[in-house]
Nanobody, 128 residues
Framework: QVQLVESGGGSVQAGGSLRLSCAAS????????MAWFRQAPGKERDWVAT????????YYADSVKGRFTISRDNAKNTMYLQMNSLNPEDTAMYYC?????????????????????WGQGTQVPVPS
């Protein structure tokens, strides 16, 4: 049974930093596309960043590039999202997602439909 469990959310002041974690189980972690998405109140869920666990290759949405860093620790089956220089526009529920069984980085996508497994979400409020 595949499980994804996010942690690390919480309120942070504008300009501050936060690190989210996503602990995974139930699939071969070392060959998966994993991603962070976020959903602000009243808005659609948007893609934030993707990492291919096999090589550590990453890519980011323009809105977070240079501020957020996605990473993984395969020994712990855990993915991270380091978020720096947070601003109120980053306020959202953050979700991790997994698309297991991918052989290469080039198979990773940014669309919600591509990701089979999702965590329950962790809230990140950044008050203005």
């Amino acid at each position: 049974q595949v499980q994804l469990v996010e942690s690390g959310g919480g309120s942070v002041q504008a300009g501050g930093s936060l690190r989210l974690s996503c602990a995974a189980s139930g699939y071969t972690y070392s060959s998966a596309c994993m991603a962070w998405f976020r959903q602000a109140p009243g808005k659609e869920r948007d893609w934030v960043a993707t990492i291919y666990t096999g090589t550590g290759s990453t890519y980011y949405a323009d809105s977070v590039k240079g501020r957020f860093t996605i990473s993984r620790d395969n020994a712990k089956n855990t993915m991270y999202l380091q978020m720096n220089s947070l601003n109120p526009e980053d306020t959202a529920m953050y979700y991790c997602a997994a698309d297991p069984g991918r052989e290469t980085y080039y198979a990773c996508r940014t669309t919600i439909a591509r990701y089979t497994y999702w965590g329950q979400g962790t809230q990140v409020p950044v008050p203005s």
